[in-house]
């Protein structure tokens, strides 16, 4: 059986492959850990993609931001239809709809039994933590294919109650794989509760799905922050207040909507691509968002770190920023008594919690983050698309089920 696949083909390339059918092992492809080749998965089963999403971390690698590999299949937000189950699976059962956490972890070691599902340690033999199609995380093949592999299934795969009622609601379900549980961990992270008022570094999808978890979560007022105006409309679509930085610092625009020029809780979901404020809009500073959440976050107040950063970065302007060392106001930050909140969020702290509120019409993130489907053969004007600024989230539509 033959499994179409997009894969990275050098800086600014995607484009669509061939690719062999899953089996319940990983062979040796482009970005394989060599310890990873030849490992067993008869605890995985076999998923025919109903919905993969482009997301900015893929953007980062097709940017030529990090080390991947040419050939790496892309893709780590994924939701789909059981179609073969591995020989030790217990639970799960051939046409069983599922989404499955981008962070792949093992259920067994000591992280994971504390839920620290994000840094797993029996999955990369590079470092803990592994992911789907990604960078440096251990080489297991990526989710924007056909038909993918999704290893210790028992434990990674969060099943719908009703595959009619999943259908219905598919494309906010497409978000449960990794943004909306990311958002709602920036919003975690940085203690939103009711009556917070909020500051969102970031409009793109990981950046709407935080202001909409703030929402969920009881904030008093959620202000998103962006160079784009079409994303910062995209915001205002579902009543967050807005600043454009172009105009300059976020602090007095704050001010003006707020009355003070500080809030409650800040959330960057920009990451490691920042770009300058003000007069500096449109020029890179890897450290600008978390400098500048530190200045608008109230003393004793919390940021919330869902946006990328890396330990590797060799499109970086600067010696220090390649290898991820930023020149950030960490004093300030003391001085502050701030608690910072970082790292790949645990998917599976979430993702169910999140799924009952998306079953129970209690948050509509598909139309807030503008989620808008694309065939396969699509994807690399999807990615062009969002590379521009598109104020869309892409989700690519493999078998054509989402239309039909």
Request: with cysteine.
């Amino acid at each position: 059986m033959g499994n179409k696949a997009v894969s990275y083909a050098g800086a600014g390339k995607v484009e669509v492959i061939d690719t062999p059918y899953p089996e319940f092992i990983l062979r040796d492809g482009p970005g394989v850990h060599p310890d990873n080749i030849g490992r067993q998965v008869n605890h995985g089963v076999i998923i025919k993609t109903v919905a993969t999403n482009i997301c900015g971390s893929d953007q980062h690698m097709v940017r030529g931001r990090t080390t991947a590999p040419q050939g790496l299949v892309l893709g780590h937000e994924i939701t789909g239809e059981v179609v073969e189950v591995g020989r030790d699976v217990e639970f799960l059962k051939v046409g069983d709809m599922i989404s499955v956490p981008f962070n792949i972890s093992c259920g067994r070691c000591r992280n994971c039994k504390v839920g620290q599902t994000g840094i797993c340690l029996n999955v990369n033999p590079d470092r803990p933590g592994s992911a789907y199609g990604y960078v440096d995380m251990g080489g297991w093949v990526g989710g924007q294919a056909e038909y993918v592999l999704v290893p210790y299934a028992d434990w990674n795969a969060l099943k719908f109650p009703d595959r009619d009622q999943a259908m219905e609601k598919i494309l906010d379900l497409a978000m449960l794989a990794d943004i909306f549980p990311t958002g709602f961990h920036g919003a975690v992270g940085a203690g939103v509760t009711v009556g917070s008022t909020v500051y969102v570094a970031g409009a793109g999808p990981v950046g709407l799905a935080a202001a909409t978890a703030a929402q969920l979560l009881g904030a008093a007022v959620v202000i998103v922050g962006d160079l784009n105006e079409d994303r910062l409309a995209q915001a205002r679509s579902f009543g967050c207040e807005t600043v454009n930085v172009s105009l300059g610092d976020p602090a007095a625009q704050i001010e003006q909507i707020l009355g003070v020029p500080e809030v409650d809780c800040g959330i960057d979901a920009v990451g490691f691509e920042a770009r300058g404020h003000g007069h500096d809009a449109g020029k890179e500073q890897p450290a600008t968002v978390l400098n500048s959440l530190m200045e608008i976050t109230r003393a004793g107040g919390s940021l919330g770190i869902p946006g990328l950063y890396v330990t590797g970065d060799p499109g970086a302007e600067d010696e220090a920023a390649r290898v991820g060392s930023l020149s950030m106001r960490f004093g300030l930050g003391f001085a502050k008594s701030h608690t910072f909140v970082t790292g790949q969020c645990p998917v599976m702290k979430y993702n169910r919690g999140l799924m009952q509120a998306i079953l129970n019409d209690k948050v509509s993130i598909a139309k807030n983050v503008n989620a808008s489907t694309i065939s396969l053969d699509k994807a690399p004007e999807g990615y062009a698309a969002f590379d521009a600024g598109a104020a869309q989230k892409f989700v690519l539509d493999p078998h054509g089920l989402i239309r039909a």
